[in-house]
Nanobody
Framework: QVQLVETGGGLVQPGGSLRLSCTASGNFYSIYNMAWYRQAPGKQRELVAGVKIGGTVSYGDSVRGRFTVSRDNANNAVYLQMNALTPEDTAVYYC?????????????????WGQGTQVTVSS
């Protein structure tokens, strides 16, 4: 069974920084896409940033230029460096991974989510 474990959330003042980490553990073939999503109260879950196994990155419009996503393929980990945080960044942040596994001679994939970590930006 594959699990995603997130760390790094917490309370920070406006203008501050936080770094989130997510590590996948278990039995799988590879992870094509790893990403961070967030969901604020009363709002839909939205993409924050993602990085594919080859290094291609993408960002949500509201975080571009402030957040940086990175990935460590050797350790099956993804990171999110968040700078210049504002109260609008307050949300539960979820790690996402597209897991590829082996069935006999072929591969298949599924979506996996972490449990979420709270980020609160407040003075």
């Amino acid at each position: 069974q594959v699990q995603l474990v997130e760390t790094g959330g917490g309370l920070v003042q406006p203008g501050g920084s936080l770094r989130l980490s997510c590590t996948a553990s278990g039995n799988f073939y590879s992870i094509y896409n790893m990403a961070w999503y967030r969901q604020a109260p009363g709002k839909q879950r939205e993409l924050v940033a993602g990085v594919k196994i080859g290094g291609t990155v993408s960002y949500g419009d509201s975080v571009r230029g402030r957040f940086t996503v990175s990935r460590d393929n050797a350790n099956n980990a993804v990171y999110l460096q968040m700078n210049a945080l504002t109260p609008e960044d307050t949300a539960v942040y979820y790690c996402y991974a597209e897991i590829t596994y082996t069935i006999g001679a072929r591969h298949d994939d599924y979506d996996l989510w972490g449990q979420g970590t709270q980020v609160t930006v407040s003075s």
